[in-house]
């Protein structure tokens, strides 16, 4: 893993926005094997998630944490290397990152393909979240991160358009995000292409208890 920026910019940066997007995380030389490989786990072993919820529908493929730990030692590694616990430990000034016990839910892969698939809306369960990306979005693709840094749905204030932030993955990339602080969402997929994100987990050790249910309201399968 090639040594992350943990200079007093990025520190100031994440603690002002509640994000820091980090580029060319892993070699260039790996990054095609890698979107690859990807691909050909969620083929094989995927799952396809297809939910309605009111208006907002989560509709892409996943694949999560056990089947990775043993299809793809690599990237599980990447995961559990203790330089990035110590790098997002620096970032955010939080002390005690761990892995998270949920493996299930702990790093994933999701793939995103045709138009009209789209991940709602939605607060992740537990800071910290660091979003791995495999594939590259042109502007007319879709498939956009978006994101309110610092929203409060307990305010009584929504967020205003000006405040939204779209990221564009590019592979290679990474945004380190507290999910909690973060309402996010992928947009819409506007033409056909593979998009493919690594979502990992970092809890703080003294962060809340995730809500039951959450595990089974995103991995199980459409009826
Ligand atoms: O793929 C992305 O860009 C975001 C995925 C996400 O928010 C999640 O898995 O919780
Ligand atoms: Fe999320």
Redesign the pocket.
Known sequence: MKVLPSSRASKERFRKNGYLVVDKVIPSGLRDSWKLTALRIAQDTGRSIRKEVGNEILR?R?VTGETIRDCWPELYDFYSARELRSWISEVTGTEGITLSSHLQSAI?I?V?NEPGEV?RW?F?AEPY?A?L?LSDSEPADG???EFYPNANLESSQMPTAQERIK?R?RCGSL?LMD?TRCY???SPILRRHE?V???MVFPAQASQARPENLDSY?YDQAA
């Open positions: 892409y996943v994933n999701n995103l991940y939605h992740d979240t979003l990306y498939g956009c991160l990221f993955p945004v999910g996010h969402r992928v998009r994100s690594i979502p995103l």
